[in-house]
């Protein structure tokens, strides 16, 4: 095991900041999760860390060691990828082998290594098979097995479930969950899928952009995003925004969009008053789908609005309702007695809402000056 550092990387192709001055400290034995849409880094960083790509700029230490000029056979590290990469025509003995053999390691001991590894990942009567008679979630534990062989310092794994059905999708990353537990390996885990993300990881970091949104345990992260981007990518559906502006009067404020006005206090939503006071203006309400509710119209509070959509899943019912210029999604129970069209009024947990800036900050997380 070993503690990853991470100090101002920056990784440009031509123009393009792939990564972009990124910093972050992953301690020895975590399970980092790399959440993100297509394009946004987090596989770069990857690369960069097991040394496939040279950085730009900045600095990858690995056990207090900096790494940025070692070869990556020197990093001591075991990369999954999304394909596998199990060489067709070697069986899967050979395959995990491979790695061993290529180091010159002796015969016996590279017989034990490959037969305690495939013990673990249970594929012990795969092993004079070739890849093409396994299936895919086989394939999978061959490439795990032969990452474990090797007794790395730390794994990277870049979307190594996304070829997957989901059944066998959920089924692997309880295997690979209770694999880190076993083994307590510094573990680096890529996906854009935020169920991975939300129940695999100790942290996640949410990317955009070649840049870290925010980083922090997967409730924190889902409960407290720090920007619009991370409220709207964490959670299906996502969090809800709606178009509004901060006003002031007399140390008072309140949101207020056409229609609805809404008094904050501070304390209850955990916003400093003088941050208040310096976002006035412009801003957006953020709410999740479970903490609004529907009233009737002529309740005394909630935003005026007309139902549009009832999407019935099984376990809820996802509705839709028109406030104004936005939409807005209500997770209710299936039993829910709504109808498309009526009016209503949307009220919500005020414990558990957002206020984000213009610049598409959360308030709750900006620190007074």
Do not use: W
């Amino acid at each position: 095991m070993a503690e990853v550092v991470l100090r101002q990387l920056s990784k440009h192709f031509g123009d393009v900041r792939a990564v972009d001055n990124v910093s972050m400290r992953i301690p020895e034995g975590e399970f980092l999760v790399l959440l993100g849409p297509s394009g946004c880094g987090k596989s770069t960083i990857l690369r960069l860390i097991s040394g496939l790509e040279d950085a730009t700029s900045g600095e990858i230490a690995i056990g207090g060691e900096l790494v940025n000029f070692k070869d990556p056979t020197e990093r001591n590290l075991a990369m999954v990828f999304q394909n596998y990469a199990l060489y067709p025509h070697m069986t899967v003995f050979k395959n995990v082998a491979f790695p061993l053999e290529t180091a010159k390691r002796k015969a016996s001991d590279v017989k034990e290594a490959v037969e305690r590894s495939a013990g673990i990942l249970e594929i012990s009567e795969l092993l004079d098979r070739l890849p093409e008679q396994l299936s895919g979630g086989q394939r999978q534990r061959v490439a795990l097995a032969r990452a474990i062989v090797r007794e790395p310092r730390v794994f990277l794994m870049d979307e190594p479930l996304s070829n997957l059905d989901a059944q066998l999708r959920q089924q692997t990353r309880l295997e690979l969950m209770a694999l880190h537990e076993r083994l307590g390996v510094t573990t680096i885990y890529v996906t854009h899928d935020q169920v991975e993300a939300m129940t695999m990881g100790n942290r996640i970091a949410v990317m955009q952009g070649g840049k870290v949104q925010q980083i922090g345990p997967p409730v924190e992260v889902y409960q407290t995003p720090a920007t619009t981007f991370v409220a709207t990518f964490m959670g299906a559906p996502p969090m809800n925004l709606i178009d509004g502006e901060i006003r002031s009067t007399n140390d008072t404020f309140q949101f207020v969009r056409q229609g609805y006005s809404l008094d904050i206090e501070p304390p209850t939503m955990g916003i400093d008053p003088s941050v208040l006071e310096q976002a006035v203006g412009p801003s957006k309400l953020g709410v999740r789908p479970e903490h609004f509710s529907l009233e009737p119209p002529d309740a005394a509070s909630g935003i005026p609005g007309i139902v549009g959509f009832l999407e019935p899943v099984g376990s809820d019912l996802f509705v839709t309702v028109d406030v104004g210029e936005n939409q807005v999604q209500v997770r209710m129970p299936p039993e829910a007695q709504v109808r498309q069209g009526e009016a209503v009024r949307v009220t919500f947990d005020l414990h558990r809402s957002h206020i984000f800036s213009t610049d598409e900050r959360n308030l709750r997380l900006i620190q007074p000056a």
